[in-house]
């Protein structure tokens, strides 16, 4: 059982343990604005076994599990970070020009982007998923993170108009469940819009940058994702078209890549950023025919009761 206690603008979590035999039950990681480090139960009391094996052997362990927020924050802090930073925040305001009076909300570690609509938006949040962490966000401003579930959101239906996921879908244990909460959570007509790794790019077999973690998809695969949560996918574009690579040539040269790459090798983008529509009309008729299968049938008579007289 966890409780909640409000630190610094943010939540700290604090677990309480219970005994299993000689097993203790795992801590949900304990945040601390002043030491910004995630402490896991697992790991201090030695039960967690890739903490033992060596750099390499541990990353290709841990490879498929969410990104540590300190890792994601490292990362985007970096030289190669900060391209592709630049190159997806272009993007994405290009997909996205005006989001006056709207309210958006990003999951995943979506806050290098999010920055792009909080003078214009209504509302600017960023959820993050208990397995990552969370940091405070923004660092002038009263933070707007919050550490949640990601299929369970506290917020209301309908409450936002915009859902960025950055970091999120691909290392989420369900992306169902995830795709499901966003339809929840999301107005009608509302936008959500998925940055997610690319099957067929380089970046998806390099570990030494988020988008080598979790599961990667195609396009297929994700456009079925989305069709089945209810989504309607609308456009789609390929990001990343340079090498993961923190060579300054390559760092220098990335904008004229991402240009040829778009004609030339468009398919072996390291990202897919796909836009799609909240559908309500599945529902709507599935509603339909369960009405149209409704048929009433009169009951029999009780023993002995005379029939009613013929009308006329």
């Known amino acids: 059982m966890a409780g909640l206690v409000p630190e610094f603008g943010c939540f ?3 677990s309480l343990h219970s005994e299993r035999g000689n097993t203790r039950v795992p801590a949900i ?17 030695g039960h967690d076994g ?19 927020v300190v890792d994601l924050r490292d990362f985007y802090g970096r030289p190669l970070g900060s391209v592709v930073r630049r190159i997806l925040r272009t993007r994405l305001r290009l997909r996205w020009p005006d989001a006056s009076g709207q309210r958006v909300l990003g999951f995943g570690y979506a806050t290098p ?15 993050m998923p208990a397995g990552q962490g969370v940091i405070p966000w923004p660092a002038d401003k009263p933070p707007a993170t919050a550490l949640v579930e990601e ?16 970091h999120g879908l691909e290392g989420a244990s369900s992306a169902a469940d995830l795709l ?8 009608p007509g509302g936008r959500l819009l998925a940055i997610v790794p690319n099957r067929r790019g380089p970046w998806a077999r390099i570990d030494t940058t988020p988008f080598g973690h979790g599961s990667p998809f195609s396009r297929l695969q ?20 340079f090498p993961p690579f923190n060579a300054r040539l390559v760092l220098r040269s990335a904008s004229a890549i991402e240009r040829a790459g778009r004609v030339l090798w468009a398919p072996f983008a390291g990202a897919l950023m796909v836009e799609a529509t909240k559908e309500v009309r599945l ?22 009761t005379p029939a009613p007289a013929p009308p006329g």
Request: net charge positive; glycine share 4%; hydrophobic share 45%.
């Open 283 to 304: 529902l709507v008729a599935s509603r339909r025919r369960r009405a149209q299968r409704m048929v009433l049938k009169p009951a029999p008579l009780p023993a002995g």
């Open 50 to 68: 890739a903490s033992a094996l060596p750099g390499r052997a541990r990353h290709r362990m841990l490879r498929g599990m969410t990104v540590d």
């Open 180 to 187: 499901r909460e966003c339809w929840r959570c999301l107005a």
């Open 151 to 166: 299929d369970m959101w506290p917020l209301p239906d309908a409450a936002v108009d915009r859902i960025l996921l950055v």
């Open 12 to 14: 700290r979590i604090r």
């Open 113 to 127: 982007y999010l920055g792009l609509f909080r003078e214009e938006a209504e509302r600017v949040l960023a959820f």
């Open 29 to 45: 990681r304990d945040f601390d604005r002043r030491a910004p480090k995630l402490v896991d139960a697992r790991t201090e009391s």
């Open 222 to 241: 994700l456009n079925q994702l989305l069709r089945e949560s209810s989504f309607a996918p609308m456009a789609w574009e390929e990001a990343l078209m």
